[in-house]
Each structure stands twice: as C-alpha cells, then as structure tokens.
C-alpha cells in the first residue's frame, strides 16, 4: 500500500502565504523525485516543483522566488512553501512521487496524493 496524505490548502488574500505537506508511507522504497503539481477548472495539470533525492530542484516559472519545495527524509515528508500568492495559483494541488512500492519490485510508478484546494482571493 502506497498513501500520500496531503494538508495545508486553504483560502488565503493574495499576498499571503500557505505550506503544504505530504506525507508518504514509510514503506515506499527508492524514490527518485517528488514533487507538486496543480490542476486549475479547465486546465491540464501542470508541474509546479520537483526535488530529488539529492534534493536538487526545479520550479515552473511562474513561481520561482515564491514558492519553495524541501523534504524531510526522517518523516518521508514533502513540502511547499508558497509565498506572496497570487489568484491565478487557485487550483488543486497534488503531491507526486516516482517510486518503487517496496524493495522487490522491479519497476517505477507514479503515486498521487488525493489533492488539496488553494484559493488565493483578490
């Protein structure tokens, strides 16, 4: 069983600011990247950050220098950190990991978390 369980969505005035976590199950074995997508009413998803193992990262242009994603290898744990949001980051947000499920398995998968609302007002 593969969970990743995500909080920290929310409604927030633009320029504020929100932390989403996502917690993997501790039994997921070699992760290569996780990272946050977001799902906007009438949009394909779209990547927003990644971070390796390594912690190396990447981000979507349109929020670089806003939003910070870190993990904690300790709790399994990946996080968000969105500062001075704007309206057009509302959507959904998913928590993605590239993973074997256990260390007898013989391929990657993708594991999505369930998704958290972000509203950012105007």
């Known amino acids: 069983q593969v969970q990743l369980v995500e909080s920290g969505g929310g409604l927030v005035q633009a320029g504020g600011s929100l932390r989403l976590s996502c917690a993997v199950s501790?039994?997921?074995?070699?992760?290569?990247?996780m990272g946050w997508f977001r799902q906007a009413p009438g949009k394909q998803r779209e990547l927003v950050a990644a971070i390796t193992s390594d912690n190396s990262t990447n981000y979507a242009d349109s929020v670089k220098g806003r939003f910070t994603i870190s993990r904690d290898n300790a709790k399994n744990t990946v996080y968000l950190q969105m500062n001075s949001l704007k309206p057009e980051d509302t959507a959904v947000y998913y928590c993605?990991?590239?993973?074997?499920?256990?260390?007898?398995?013989?391929?990657?998968?993708?594991?999505w978390g369930q998704g958290t609302q972000v509203t950012v007002s105007s």
């Open positions: 501790k039994s997921i074995f070699s992760i290569t990247v």
């Open positions: 993605k990991v590239h993973a074997m499920a256990n260390s007898r398995s013989y391929y990657y998968s993708d594991y």
